[in-house]
């Protein structure tokens, strides 16, 4: 079946470092979301990315799509300790019919040392 | 988006019975999904309820273990049953918003004894 690979699995990281992860999938996709899950609680839908090339800002986070849409990345400049959480990419597959139907990678497990 | 609410938050259950898990959207949706998230793992679809029809479901996950009900365009059901310690994870259900964005519950943390 379709899968998404997501690296790393875990990252520690000291306050105010930098954090990416990365999503690779092997068919090209329709679309690419993020998700970020904080510890005890459930997925919350953070971006998604529709084009090529695809760039977006949310203050301290970058998100990336791939030219051919099947990668992107999450950067995350500076962490705060607030970042804490495990942080999902979530694909959906182009000529998908179920409409909403999403792949989730493995996550991201990101702790931040104070 | 969507404010979703689940039913029981936490149980703790002995092996051979049965939980029904409850989903509430304060809206109405066309498609509800269940997953399964085991301890520190990531989110495995267990199928697609569809108001009005039969749920659909993923390789790995049949009706006879995880019966779904959709009865309306605000509520679904996910029945766990003949439980073993093996079910033990967390059940979410979410909806698709807008351009196939998905809303989550908070989950159903089930432990099986």
């Known amino acids: 079946g379709q899968q998404v690979m997501q690296i790393p699995q875990y990252q520690h990281v000291q306050e105010g470092e930098d954090f990416t992860t990365y999503c690779n999938s092997s068919?090209?996709?329709?679309?690419i979301q993020w998700y970020k899950q904080r510890p005890g609680g459930h997925p919350v839908f953070l971006i998604q990315?529709?084009?090529?090339?695809e760039v977006k800002k949310q203050k301290r986070l970058t998100f990336q799509f791939g030219e051919a849409k099947k990668n992107s990345s999450l950067h995350i400049t500076a962490t705060q300790t607030t970042d804490v959480g495990t942080y999902f990419c979530?694909?959906?597959?182009?000529?998908?019919?179920?409409?909403?139907?999403?792949?989730f990678g493995q996550g991201t497990i990101l702790t931040v040392h104070p | 988006s969507a404010v979703i609410s689940q039913k029981p938050s936490r149980d703790i259950c002995q092996r051979g019975t049965s939980l029904t898990i409850q989903c509430q959207v304060d809206?109405?949706?066309?498609?509800m999904f269940w997953y399964r998230q085991q301890p520190g793992q990531s989110l495995t679809l267990i199928a697609t309820?569809?108001?009005?029809?039969?749920?659909?479901?993923e390789s790995g996950f049949v009706i006879d273990k995880f019966p779904i009900s959709r009865p309306n365009l605000t509520f679904s059901t996910l029945t766990v049953s003949n439980m073993s310690p093996e079910d033990s994870s967390i059940y979410l259900c979410?909806?698709?918003?807008?351009?196939?964005?998905?809303?989550f519950g908070p989950g159903t943390r089930l432990l099986v004894l």
């Open positions: 979410s909806v698709a918003g807008g351009s196939e964005t998905q809303y």
């Open positions: 068919t090209t996709l329709s679309n």
């Open positions: 990315l529709v084009k090529s090339g």
């Open positions: 979530a694909g959906r597959w182009a000529g998908g019919t179920s409409y909403g139907k999403l792949t």
């Open positions: 809206s109405q949706v066309t498609m």
């Open positions: 309820a569809n108001q009005g029809s039969e749920a659909t479901y």
